[in-house]
């Protein structure tokens, strides 16, 4: 079954994939990784692999055998286009999202390019939203190959936002929700690089939903210059 979570954007989360390793600054103070020890400590089965890439085919139908619709984040535990998930593991998991279209699902990933790759072998629903997370100017490469990748919904995540992305081409863009780092050792965001990205959001006329500011006052983290910005994207077919 989809578990529920208590998230801004989605009601549930499917971890058919969890586990990973670094591939830039973002991932420094993970917390799939520090939750993935917790779980394993627990003796919860699906994480006695720790934070090993491991992929959970027993449920693969866990979308289909689900009855109320709902906006589903892919994966928080992980990255399904980590090298240790196979091209069929993957393939299978489009299929399944394909085949449940009274779901919306998101999914995001560092390693667009294995899913640039693998995109013309994937079935693709219009409740498939595609998003890849940039921490700072230094990815935004990611940025460029998003782009092309033919999902509904294409989304950037500044998530954690640890620099000023300068300006955005945000062109074939169709959100944008930045966050600051959360936890304990979290680094410090500046507010005028979440400013700029709403500004530039504004102006290219791209939702923009802004997550947290502060890691230890979540209420009040999620204003920025005394507001909230929650912005969604046009959807095709959740609820239907």
């Given amino acids: 079954m989809l578990k529920k979570i208590n998230d801004d954007i989605a009601e549930k989360v499917w971890n058919i994939a969890a586990g990973c390793t670094s591939v830039s600054p973002g991932c420094i103070n993970c ?36 009855k109320i619709p709902a906006r589903v984040i892919v994966c928080n535990m992980g990255d399904l286009f980590h090298p240790k998930i196979k091209d069929n593991q993957i393939r299978n998991v489009f299929l399944t999202m394909y085949e449940t279209p009274k ?52 989304f950037i995540a500044f ?32 507010i005028d ?3 700029s990205i709403r500004d530039q959001c504004a102006s290219a006329n791209v939702p923009f939903f802004f997550r947290q500011k502060s890691s230890k006052k979540r209420a009040t983290g999620r204003l920025l210059d005394g507001r909230l910005h929650r912005q969604l994207p046009k959807t095709g077919e959740y609820g239907a």
């Avoid at 394993?40 to 027993?58: A, D, I, L, V, W």
């Avoid at 390019?113 to 998003?131: D, K, P």
């Fill in 193 to 195: 690089w979440a400013r």
């Fill in 103 to 154: 779901m919306e699902f998101i999914l995001t990933t560092k390693r667009i390019e294995r899913l640039a790759n693998l995109s013309n072998t994937l079935n693709w629903g219009n409740n498939i939203w595609i998003g890849t997370s940039v921490e700072s100017r230094d990815y935004l490469n990611r940025v460029d190959i998003l782009r092309n990748i033919p999902a509904a919904i294409r």
């Fill in 31 to 66: 917390s799939a990784r520090y939750l993935s020890k917790i779980f394993q400590e627990k003796g919860y089965e699906k994480y006695k692999n720790g934070f090993r890439p491991t992929f959970h085919k027993n449920i693969i139908n866990a979308p289909r055998t689900s």
């Fill in 159 to 190: 998530e954690p936002l640890l620099g000023d992305v300068g300006e955005l081409n945000l062109d074939r863009i169709n959100w944008v929700t930045v966050c600051a780092e959360r936890g304990n050792n979290a680094r410090p965001m500046k």
